[in-house]
């Protein structure tokens, strides 16, 4: 067996290997799927044509949102100032907002108060 043909053999075999690409969402920098936020903890979504960024805070049995709202960019666009919406959710309830195209984002705030749970609305987010 000819050993020099070993490293050459290695090489093209992961050269013709297929590589798998990753997207924001599967590493979680964009959550596509429902997920828990505990307080004080940042969330980013896109939906539609906006973007929102919030947190909250546990004020006795109610979920105190912040929001940050604002068009989606892309790379050459100037990023615009958002709108920042606050709400008292109360514990066990939720909330929802919508973009112009009827995608929105549902929070709903556990019963007791310690964790909100964001879920996409619509179709294609």
Known sequence: MNTKL???????????TP?????????????PQ????????????DFGSK????????AGETCSLTLVISDRVGE?????MGSRV???????????????EGLGLQVDCSADARHVVVK?????I
């Open 120 to 124: 996409p609305l619509g179709e294609g």
């Open 34 to 45: 429902p997920s828990v936020h505990a307080a004080g903890y940042g969330f980013a979504y």
């Open 6 to 16: 070993i490293p050459l053999a290695a090489a093209i075999l992961l050269a013709a």
């Open 51 to 58: 973007h929102a960024v919030g947190t909250f805070a546990r």
């Open 19 to 31: 590589i798998a690409t990753v997207s924001a969402a599967d590493i979680g920098l964009v959550a």
């Open 86 to 100: 606050q709400f008292a959710v109360a514990a066990g309830t939720g909330t929802s907002v919508t973009s112009p």
């Open 76 to 80: 050459d666009d100037v990023p615009v």
